[in-house]
């Protein structure tokens, strides 16, 4: 089994930044693609950020030039976010593909005001 601990979420200012950070503790497991998604309050869950073990990333529209998906290690993955914008409020949640199938974590709030 794969266990993913989140942690980074927190309450900014528009245009402030924060760094999310997403790792499996002591997992036994080869971990492949790992990525960043993000509900808001009402709407769907949507794709943030991904990358693979290879670092070929992969982000939303949305957020390109302003967010950065990041490895440093097999387990661990890392989402900077600058420029935040209102529109950026939501619950983040990290995933990880490995040999049985697709962990998640229990996700990190993100608020940013006006």
């Known amino acids: 089994q794969v266990r993913l601990v989140e942690s980074g979420g927190g309450l900014v200012q528009a245009g402030g930044s924060l760094r999310l950070s997403c790792s499996a503790p002591?997992?036994?497991?080869?971990?492949?693609?790992m990525g960043w998604y993000r509900q808001a309050p009402g709407k769907e869950r949507e794709l943030v950020a991904t990358?693979?073990?290879?670092?070929?990333t992969n982000y939303a529209d949305s957020v390109k030039g302003r967010f950065t998906i990041s490895r440093d290690n097999a387990n661990t993955v890392y989402l900077q976010m600058n420029s935040l914008n209102p529109e950026d409020t939501a619950v983040y949640y990290c995933?990880?593909?490995?040999?049985?199938?697709?962990?998640w974590g229990q996700g990190t709030h993100v608020t940013v005001s006006s």
């Open positions: 990358i693979t073990s290879d670092d070929i």
């Open positions: 002591g997992t036994r497991f080869t971990i492949y693609t």
């Open positions: 995933n990880a593909h490995w040999i049985a199938g697709l962990a």
